[in-house]
């Protein structure tokens, strides 16, 4: 007989329950013949059925209950900020306003005519985290 530790690996488990099943059943040639019921249960047609039902409608459902923000296209988000400049870093092509937002010049030209101090409205778009500046103009003080 197999005694049971509290250690028992899961080999040893499953020789156990085989050999259980010895003792209940006697080898006979029918039972050598007849194959056994390996691996996990079959289930039912209409289990699958209803399995296959919920995947379609969850892939039908799915663009309908999807965020906008995830559905945006990867041109980003548009903004407009007016602001007063704090710093102006030419070389990283950088822009830092009063209220402390961040902005990234995307062509060179952009910010020769901006100084510290100055007032500007700024049209930007978001993207990937950065703010990049579309258009930028100077106001009057």
């Known amino acids: 007989m197999v005694k049971s530790s509290p250690r028992m690996t899961l080999a040893q488990g499953s020789d156990r329950r085989f050999i259980n099943e010895l003792k209940k059943e006697p080898i006979t040639s029918a039972s050598l013949s007849t194959p056994r019921k390996v691996g996990l249960p079959r289930i039912g047609r209409r289990s699958v059925r209803s399995l296959i039902f919920l995947i379609a409608v969850v892939l039908i459902a799915s663009p309908v209950l ?9 041109g980003g988000y548009p903004g407009t900020v007016e602001a007063k400049v704090r710093y102006v870093y030419r070389a990283q092509q950088l822009v830092v306003l009063d209220d402390g937002t961040l902005l990234r010049a995307t062509r060179p030209g952009q910010l020769e005519p901006l100084h510290e101090g100055d007032m500007v409205r700024v049209l930007f778009v978001s993207t990937a985290g950065q703010k990049l500046i579309e258009r930028i103009e100077t106001l009057p003080r």
Not at 66 to 74: E, F, M, V
């Open 66 to 74: 999807t965020p906008r923000g995830w559905a945006r296209s990867p």
